[in-house]
């Protein structure tokens, strides 16, 4: 039976139903049953972390967890890469991970505008694999905006849809050199091609 913890219990009385109401998502039944999950969107638009809360709020067991640029989000669970140094957030993630709360971790890193994915950036990676956690690829389609009045300006435009498609989970093979660069960067691609075919064959 899922419960609500906080912050989402606070906010799902209006914020996120509302957000909810402006998107549809599909694939909800392969959330994994626990909460040890690595979320992993694409990223193109100022709220898109406000979306993927909203798509799983309501069917997770504990709350989700931001690793964010910024720590202008603490109610949506944002755990800002600037309070602590790079190394350290994903320590800080692990703890949160192990405990039962999924991340969300965007694996190209900064939103942009142009719609194409961009090469990963390894932490959600290296996280995953660190805590024996799944993977769970997500495609965020139509959302726009990467100023926040811009996406104001499209999220209220609603008949411009936007769809989160969560894929199915699975786990990435673990390192066979704890050091290797390049089998880091061959997982992180995994990743990326997942978001990829999630969107191309939405």
Not at 84 to 90: F, K
Request: aromatic share 12%; glycine share 6%; with cysteine.
């Amino acid at each position: 039976m899922h419960y609500m913890a906080s912050p989402y219990r606070y906010l799902k009385f209006w914020l996120l139903p509302f957000i909810r109401s402006r998107i549809r998502v599909e694939g909800l039944d392969h959330l994994p049953a626990d909460g040890r999950f690595v979320v992993t969107p694409n990223h193109r638009s100022w709220v898109d972390s406000a979306l993927v809360a909203a798509a799983l709020y309501n069917n997770i067991p504990k709350t989700l967890k931001f690793i964010s640029q910024s720590n202008k989000y603490p109610y949506f669970g944002a755990l800002a890469i600037h309070d602590y140094n790079r190394g350290e957030v994903l320590n800080v993630a692990h703890g949160y991970l192990t405990s039962g709360h999924p991340v969300v971790l965007f694996p190209e890193g900064n939103a942009h505008k142009d719609g194409t994915l961009r090469p990963g950036k390894t932490g959600a990676a290296r996280l995953a694999i660190r805590a024996n956690a799944p993977i769970l690829p997500v495609a965020i389609i139509g959302s726009r905006g990467l100023a926040m009045w811009k996406s104001f300006l499209w999220f209220f435009a609603w008949w411009m849809p936007c769809r989160i498609i969560i894929g199915k989970p699975y786990h990435l093979e673990p390192l066979r050199d704890p050091n290797s660069k390049e089998e880091l960067y061959a997982r992180t691609e995994k990743i990326i091609s997942t978001i990829h075919h999630l969107m191309s064959t939405s």
